[in-house]
């Protein structure tokens, strides 16, 4: 589906972002239901994790979109789920298929400009059995405090990179362990936490409520910050089912990769994410899921704006100039601002949506 921008799909503030889809959903949706977050906002506001379904409650089908399981991110997603409603999109929902929409599931990183939630977890590697013993991750073992040190000058800012350059060219395979996550380290990126985090049990309460007796389920999970400016890439999980991975290669052919593939932007296997936990949790039943990433700047920026964000909620002072350039920088490492970019990942978004209606549909 293509269509012509619309500024009011796209915010980069909290509350108008929120604004902008529940008055979007308000008289179309069958249902709208919302989770007050147990904090506040960077403004103050009060915080929501919002779902809006369309079409029938007791359909067999249902195609879920989600923004903001990393936060910060939840503004391109936002943006999409807007502008599907506006377009028109919502209105093919019906009693074979329900569309789902999710906003702000990390909410409080949504608003406070972080890639983590309130308790610097990673969502998407926080949806593990933490009854079982937690993965081990040797490369933050060894840089957690190179990655975050406990000053952020221009010199230490060069001289821990350095560190981290030279270890990833002395073990190349350690790159893949930088993002896949980690346990043991609350104040670096990538942490996937101890327990599941608030969104993580809200989330599965929507699973368990809405989705456990349905026939089949299409997931799009949108992400941003690998990849080049205004492209994007579909990615799905290794799976251990060749017919699951077929199916969702029948609906989105070459464009899907396998993310820590040689074609994938993600050159790591993700641990603890939520698309993994959910085909756990509906395993008798159809789930194709992929997420969506979009590029936005070049990663060694993303990068650099992750760790300063990480040494300023570690070390740093919130209430200073330097904190307000660092979550300037967390938002245009996410987040692109330009109407082109706009417009391009929502034709991207609006052609993958379409086509897992369609292949919904099919089965």
């Given amino acids: 589906m293509q269509s012509e921008a619309h500024p009011i799909r796209f915010n980069s503030k909290y509350s108008k972002a929120r604004h902008n889809f529940l008055t979007a959903a308000s008289g179309q949706a069958t249902l709208i239901k919302s989770w007050q977050h147990p904090l506040r906002g960077i403004a103050g506001e009060k915080l929501y994790l919002d779902l809006a379904w369309f079409g029938d409650l007791a359909a067999k089908k249902v195609l879920l979109l989600i923004s903001g399981t990393h936060g910060v991110e939840g503004y391109?997603?936002?943006?999409?789920?807007?502008?599907?409603?506006?377009?028109?999109?919502?209105?093919q929902?019906?009693?074979?298929?329900?569309?789902?929409?999710?906003?702000?599931?990390?909410?409080?990183?949504?608003?406070?400009?972080?890639?983590?939630?309130?308790?610097?977890?990673?969502?998407?590697?926080?949806?593990?059995?933490?009854?079982?013993?937690?993965?081990?991750?040797?490369?933050?073992?060894?840089?957690?405090?190179?990655?975050?040190?406990?000053?952020?000058?221009?010199?230490?800012?060069?001289?821990?990179?350095?560190?981290?350059?030279?270890?990833?060219?002395?073990?190349?395979?350690?790159v893949a362990d930088l993002a896949k996550g980690q346990y043991q380290y609350w104040y670096a990126p990538f942490y996937g936490g101890e327990v599941p985090s608030w969104s993580n049990r809200v989330f599965n309460q929507i699973s368990d409520r809405y989705l456990l007796d349905k026939q089949a389920v299409g997931l799009l999970d949108y992400h941003t910050g690998l990849g080049?400016?205004?492209?994007?890439?579909?990615?799905?999980?290794?799976?251990?089912?060749?017919?699951?991975?077929?199916?969702?290669?029948?609906?989105?052919?070459?464009?899907?990769?396998?993310t820590g593939s040689a074609e994938s932007v993600a050159v790591y296997s993700p641990q603890g994410t939520l698309i993994a936990a959910?085909?756990?949790?509906?395993?008798?039943?159809?789930?194709?899921?992929?997420?969506?990433?979009?590029?936005?700047?070049?990663?060694?920026?993303?990068?650099?704006?992750?760790?300063?964000?990480?040494?300023?909620?570690?070390?740093?002072?919130?209430?200073?100039?330097?904190?307000?350039?660092?979550?300037?920088?967390?938002?245009?490492?996410?987040?692109?601002?330009?109407?082109?970019?706009?417009?391009?990942?929502?034709?991207?978004?609006?052609?993958?949506?379409?086509?897992?209606?369609?292949?919904?549909?099919?089965?």
């Fill in 93 to 174: 929902a019906d009693s074979n298929v329900a569309i789902v929409m999710i906003h702000g599931l990390n909410p409080y990183g949504m608003s406070h400009l972080r890639r983590v939630n309130e308790d610097g977890v990673d969502l998407n590697r926080n949806f593990l059995d933490f009854q079982q013993p937690l993965p081990t991750n040797t490369f933050y073992a060894d840089l957690a405090n190179v990655i975050v040190p406990e000053n952020w000058t221009v010199e230490t800012q060069m001289e821990t990179l350095d560190q981290i350059t030279e270890y990833l060219a002395n073990k190349p395979s350690a």
């Fill in 278 to 363: 959910l085909q756990a949790k509906l395993a008798t039943s159809n789930c194709i899921a992929a997420a969506y990433e979009f590029g936005t700047i070049y990663e060694t920026e993303v990068f650099h704006a992750l760790r300063a964000d990480h040494w300023l909620h570690t070390h740093g002072d919130l209430d200073t100039r330097q904190a307000v350039e660092i979550k300037q920088n967390m938002l245009d490492a996410f987040y692109g601002v330009l109407p082109q970019w706009q417009q391009s990942v929502c034709n991207l978004a609006f052609t993958a949506q379409e086509e897992l209606l369609s292949g919904l549909r099919s089965l």
């Fill in 228 to 258: 080049q400016h205004a492209t994007g890439q579909l990615m799905s999980l290794p799976v251990n089912s060749e017919a699951k991975y077929n199916l969702a290669s029948e609906i989105w052919g070459d464009k899907l990769v396998v």
């Fill in 76 to 91: 391109c997603g936002s943006g999409i789920q807007v502008g599907s409603i506006r377009t028109g999109w919502h209105l």
